[in-house]
């Protein structure tokens, strides 16, 4: 199966931007959707492939778009990490041809392209997907998320999780999350105080979670 086969007969105009390396070169970038927990290892067989079957100019770049975290560790420290903007799916700009897709879609758990079904014209199954470039402002709005957006903080704490409290006036005390607040990095418990089941607002450095 080659590229042509997979694209049909539609002719999509699309406007485009040169490689890094080769001016002259035009690139576009698509989403390539691969296996979940993936992306790292496709990246890197994609840029390998690249090389091995001479086609580095045509594929410049290979992206996992991703924002910065904060990860609450159950004692309370915080570890800075990277989310996925969209896992399960990695960007790269080439330059589409039958060489390329073929490198490309032949990568070990890599599943398709994302783009438009073609159908077929005959029987029975689904049809082939042909490649569709993501629109300038598409990639814009993206990679502008991956720097500009403040850290967000992760917490592995929900409403009805068991914590212990473990500093302040509320030492030691045991309760129950009502309500997590991760853009303030607090969170709302039930204690029991003097018998009865009182609401307090805690930092999440102060609790940890119970089982």
């Not at 691969?34 to 086609?55: H, L, M, N, P």
């Not at 309370?76 to 896992?87: A, D, L, M, N």
């Not at 300038?136 to 403040?150: A, D, G, L, N």
């Not at 509320?170 to 204690?191: C, H, Q, W």
Request: include cysteine; charged fraction near 30%.
């Amino acid at each position: 199966m080659t590229l042509e086969d997979e694209r049909g007969n539609s002719n999509q105009v699309q406007d485009t931007e040169a490689t890094e390396n080769s001016p002259n070169i035009p690139t576009r970038w698509y989403a390539v959707q691969v296996a979940s927990g993936c992306e790292k290892r496709v990246k890197a067989d994609i840029e390998r492939r690249a090389q091995t079957f001479d086609v580095a100019e045509r594929i410049a770049r290979v992206e996992i778009p991703q924002t910065p975290a904060v990860k609450i560790r159950k004692d309370g420290s915080r570890q800075h990490t990277e989310e996925k903007v969209f896992p399960g799916y990695v960007l790269v700009k080439m330059a589409m041809d039958d060489d390329t897709w073929q490198v490309v879609k032949n990568t070990p758990h890599v599943i398709n392209f994302v783009g438009a079904e073609q159908r077929k014209g005959t029987g029975r199954g689904r049809g082939h997907v042909k490649p569709v470039a993501l629109s300038h402002t598409e990639v814009e709005r993206i990679f502008k998320q991956t720097t500009e957006q403040e850290p967000v903080v992760k917490i592995d704490m929900a409403a009805g999780d068991k914590i212990i409290v473990l500093s302040g006036p509320f030492k030691d005390f045991e309760g129950e999350v009502v309500e997590v607040s991760p853009e303030r990095s607090k969170l709302k418990a039930l204690l029991s105080i003097f018998g009865r089941d009182t609401p307090v607002e805690l930092e999440f450095n102060q609790v940890q979670k119970q089982g």
